[in-house]
């Protein structure tokens, strides 16, 4: 199976690096993307919007001779969604990793702070506490070296969608700082930020309890959930 792995904000393809291995021991074929603008710091980003990091992964999915999975961390899911929305017949599943699907008309994250046009990743006081759970000074220190700000309009511009064949698409949540039950009792009480998630016909939820990025603080044990996703057809 072909598995696109579509990262979060402030992160290249490279930073799934001890993520794969269980997926390419496994068979599967990896492919990390990086995308518009987020190549260097030194990258153009003054022109790039969400829907260019949209349409950068639909066309490597065009490019893929059958069907994919598609993962997605963060502000990554948004993006895997609106791909979902645009290639439905090609998508054998979404795995969300401490994410969800954004409804149409959403925006992944308007509110964090834009120094000229775009979006460096901020002092830590700025996240939750649940964000930074396991993140030790060692992985903090890496992470900031690692950075590439973030296009500002990837986080602020709406999301689009129009083919409810989405819905039809097989989802994998993988929980990280919030609990699956607690997502339950959201679904349950009819929570919007869980609104979207709860139109999907077929949905599971798996806790990998966490801070927000697991790829730094429990890369193998979340590339071994993803497997256990994939596997799961």
């Given at each position: 199976?072909?598995?696109?792995?579509?990262?979060?904000?402030?992160?290249?393809?490279?930073?799934?690096?001890?993520?794969?291995?269980?997926?390419?021991?496994?068979?599967?074929?990896?492919?990390?993307?990086?995308?518009?603008?987020?190549?260097?710091?030194?990258?153009?980003?003054?022109?790039?919007?969400?829907?260019?990091?949209?349409?950068?992964?639909?066309?490597?999915?065009?490019?893929?001779?059958g069907?994919?999975?598609?993962?997605?961390?963060?502000?990554?899911?948004?993006?895997?969604?609106?791909?979902?929305d645009?290639?439905?017949?090609?998508?054998?599943?979404?795995?969300?990793?401490?994410?969800?699907?954004?409804?149409?008309?959403?925006?992944?994250?308007?509110?964090?702070?834009?120094?000229?046009?775009?979006?460096?990743?901020?002092?830590?006081?700025?996240?939750?506490?649940?964000?930074?759970?396991?993140?030790?000074?060692?992985?903090?220190?890496?992470?900031?070296?690692?950075?590439?700000?973030?296009p500002?309009?990837?986080?602020?511009?709406?999301?689009?969608?129009?083919?409810?064949?989405?819905?039809?698409?097989?989802?994998?949540?993988?929980?990280?700082?919030i609990?699956?039950?607690?997502?339950?009792?959201?679904?349950?009480g009819?929570?919007?930020?869980?609104?979207?998630?709860?139109?999907?016909?077929?949905?599971?939820?798996?806790?990998?309890?966490?801070?927000?990025?697991?790829?730094?603080?429990?890369?193998?044990?979340?590339?071994?959930?993803?497997?256990?996703?994939?596997?799961?057809?």
């Open positions: 199976m072909d598995i696109v792995l579509i990262p979060g904000f402030w992160l290249q393809g490279d930073t799934w690096s001890e993520v794969t291995p269980p997926l390419v021991a496994a068979g599967h074929t990896v492919h990390p993307l990086t995308l518009p603008g987020m190549e260097s710091a030194a990258a153009d980003r003054s022109g790039i919007g969400l829907r260019d990091h949209v349409d950068a992964v639909i066309a490597i999915v065009d490019s893929l001779p069907e994919v999975v598609l993962v997605g961390h963060s502000g990554g899911g948004a993006i895997a969604h609106a791909v979902v645009a290639r439905p017949d090609r998508v054998a599943r979404v795995v969300y990793v401490d994410s969800g699907p954004l409804a149409d008309g959403g925006v992944i994250n308007d509110e964090l702070p834009v120094v000229v046009g775009e979006i460096p990743l901020p002092d830590w006081d700025v996240f939750e506490e649940e964000d930074l759970v396991d993140l030790t000074d060692e992985l903090r220190e890496r992470f900031r070296s690692l950075a590439i700000p973030e500002a309009r990837v986080a602020s511009d709406k999301q689009v969608l129009t083919d409810e064949r989405r819905y039809d698409v097989p989802v994998t949540v993988i929980a990280c700082e609990t699956s039950d607690m997502m339950r009792q959201w679904i349950d009819g929570h919007p930020y869980v609104a979207e998630l709860a139109s999907i016909r077929h949905y599971e939820l798996v806790d990998l309890p966490t801070g927000h990025w697991p790829q730094l603080t429990r890369p193998a044990d979340l590339g071994r959930t993803i497997l256990a996703a994939v596997d799961r057809g």
